[in-house]
T-cell receptor, first 116, second 110 residues
Framework: GAGVSQSPSNKVTEKGKDVELRCDPI?????LYWYRQSLGQGLEFLIY????????KSGLPSDRFSAERTGGSVSTLTIQRTQQEDSAVYLC??????????????FGEGSWLTVV | SQQGEEDPQALSIQEGENATMNCSYK?????LQWYRQNSGRGLVHLIL?????REKHSGRLRVTLDTSKKSSSLLITASRAADTASYFC??????????FGTGTSLTVIP
């Protein structure tokens, strides 16, 4: 596609339920990132996928969070047993190559998650 | 933050004035990027500057990089109300992350 596509754009869920957030990166981009942003805050790194390499999961805040990337393209971020503190905008981004290669990162519009 | 800061955290100026925001970083970098974010949604790429560059221009935007001071600045000249947004600098850090600080919230008053 022309840009990074995320769905749903908004999700309201009850505490304790599981949610799945989807990201469709720009075609041909090998790097895919998930970030989380709470209201008025900076971006918090969650996970990074690069080609067929093992993902960098160092930013995932707890074992309730997981992500996968199928076929090197679409990625799904899953949050199990959601808590109110999980409420945030979840931003997906992709780039042609690794961060230190100087490639522009392209962001999706984000998925706004509200846990009630 | 261990990765650096942006300042100021908030900036309010009149339309037509220039806006300057700064970004510091801690580790060596080979590139630094500036982004704009409207209304808490997706970030839009503005400028990438490489470590061997000192200044870069794009329209009304000017970015400088001082590797000796580990700092960068973004200057928006002749600001417009539509420039109201949050501005972030992204620096590659160890591993596979880009570190984004808390950004500078710019308000341009018509």
């Amino acid at each position: 596609g022309a840009g990074v596509s995320q769905s749903p754009s908004n999700k309201v869920t009850e505490k304790g339920k599981d949610v799945e957030l989807r990201c469709d990166p720009i075609s041909g981009h090998t790097a895919l990132y998930w970030y989380r942003q709470s209201l008025g805050q900076g971006l918090e790194f969650l996970i990074y996928f690069q080609g067929n390499s093992a993902p960098d999961k160092s930013g995932l805040p707890s074992d309730r969070f997981s992500a996968e990337r199928t076929g090197g393209s679409v990625s799904t971020l899953t949050i199990q047993r959601t808590q109110q503190e999980d409420s945030a905008v979840y931003l997906c981004a992709s780039s042609l190559d690794r961060p230190r290669s100087g490639n522009t990162i392209y962001f999706g519009e984000g998925s706004w998650l509200t846990v009630v | 933050s261990q990765q650096g800061e942006e300042d100021p955290q908030a900036l309010s100026i009149q339309e037509g004035e220039n806006a300057t925001m700064n970004c510091s970083y801690k580790t060596s970098i080979n590139n630094l990027q500036w982004y704009r974010q409207n209304s808490g949604r997706g970030l839009v790429h503005l400028i990438l500057i490489r470590s061997n560059e000192r200044e870069k221009h794009s329209g009304r935007l000017r970015v400088t990089l001082d590797t000796s001071k580990k700092s960068s600045s973004l200057l928006i000249t002749a600001s417009r109300a539509a420039d109201t947004a949050s501005y972030f600098c992204a620096r590659p850090v160890t591993g596979n992350q880009f570190y984004f600080g808390t950004g500078t919230s710019l308000t341009v008053i018509p």
